[in-house]
């Protein structure tokens, strides 16, 4: 028996995952050394887009959800830490007289929170209908919330609200590229740890049986509806959470970060890498971020090569780039 579960352990594609998650951690620690920062801040946008992904992976890898209205709650996560921050830093108070905060474990609270709620109201409504109504309407509720964004001047309105000083984590001195990559780089193997757990669950076994076939579920008695509306708010916080460090990151908040574009860079992402794979997400932030800053510099079209990778994937590689490497291996 223990042989067998060491055989499920090691296999193609979990040395893949750890791979790449070694190169991602290492690369940052050589440009270090090479007095390179900007491949440091790099690699950190890899991280956290992966760890956005790896949310959204979460509903639409496993429960098939094609969520088209993602970026909301990673907006979500972007303006909690803006707004919060902002407070803290002027000293005017919040509602109900609260106070803003520069502590991040907060701020994630408070954005996953955020984003769980909208994401039970979205899902409520959205979780009722399947095929392109599902996706018209978590485009409608992320559009929603970016214009309220924009039409907000409290908080920048269209122009975005910057961030002035990086928020701060208990005993990382978030202010150094390379302890706030650490920071980010250590959320994501959590939030994939997290992700492996809960697929290899019953939760995770009864998400995947209702994409394939609801109604069989539903005769052994699991309400699919629950199951999807659970890994729905859970793929939003999780986002939220990416959205948190994503502003931080940046310094700044903006409408941009609700924008349906967005949310289609997410899904980009996830079938780049491989739908449903546990390190989908983070081989599509990879592949993206690359393309962005080898061929960005060259051409403002650089979307159209990536356009015709993410072609090629979906004709010839159904499985994404950790399918492709890992063979006819099975998810990991």
């Known amino acids: 028996m223990g042989e067998a579960m060491a055989r499920n352990l090691i ?23 090479l007095d ?15 760890l956005a992904a790896t949310g959204l992976n979460l509903a639409l890898g496993l429960g098939g959800l094609v969520s088209f209205g993602h970026a ?6 972007g303006y909690a830490a803006g707004i919060l921050a902002t407070h803290a830093f002027n000293g005017e108070p919040l509602i109900l007289g609260l106070s ?24 409520l409504i959205a979780l009722r209908t399947s095929g392109v109504y599902f996706i018209m309407i978590t485009l409608a509720f992320a559009q929603m919330i970016y214009y309220f964004a924009i039409s907000w001047p409290a908080y920048g309105g269209e122009d975005g609200l910057s961030i002035f ?15 706030f990559f650490l920071l980010c780089f250590a959320v994501l193997v959590i ?6 757990v809960l697929k290899n669950s019953r939760f995770g076994a009864a998400l995947q049986a209702g994409r394939q076939n609801e109604t069989r579920l539903a005769a052994v008695g699991i309400a699919p509806f629950r199951i999807r509306l659970a890994a729905f708010i859970i793929s939003a916080m999780m986002t939220a959470v990416a959205g948190a460090l994503f502003a931080d990151l940046n310094r700044f908040v903006s409408p ?9 860079e997410l899904i980009v992402l996830v079938i ?16 993206y971020v690359m393309f962005e800053f080898l061929l960005g510099g060259m051409t403002e079209h650089w979307q159209l090569f990536l356009g015709l990778v993410l072609l090629a994937v979906v004709l010839f590689a159904r499985g994404g780039v950790i399918g492709l490497l890992a063979g006819r291996a099975r998810h990991g």
């Not at 296999?11 to 050394?33: D, H, K, M, S, Y």
């Not at 941009?256 to 289609?264: A, E, F, K």
């Open 11 to 33: 296999t193609r594609e979990n040395l893949i995952t750890v791979l790449l998650l070694g190169a991602l951690l290492a690369g940052p620690l050589v440009a270090v050394a």
């Open 36 to 50: 390179e920062t900007f491949y440091v801040t790099l690699a950190t946008r890899i991280a956290i887009l992966a």
């Open 72 to 77: 909301a709650f990673l907006g979500i996560g």
């Open 100 to 123: 803003g905060t520069k502590n991040m474990l907060i701020i994630w609270l408070v954005g996953a929170v955020s984003a769980g709620i909208v994401a039970a109201a979205t899902g």
């Open 165 to 179: 000083v990086r928020n701060g984590f208990p005993g990382v001195n978030t202010l150094q590229p390379l302890s």
């Open 191 to 196: 939030g994939l740890i997290f992700f492996a």
């Open 256 to 264: 941009s970060m609700l924008s349906w574009h967005m949310s289609g």
């Open 272 to 287: 780049l890498g491989g739908t449903g794979r546990l390190a989908g997400p983070l081989a599509g932030a990879c592949v």
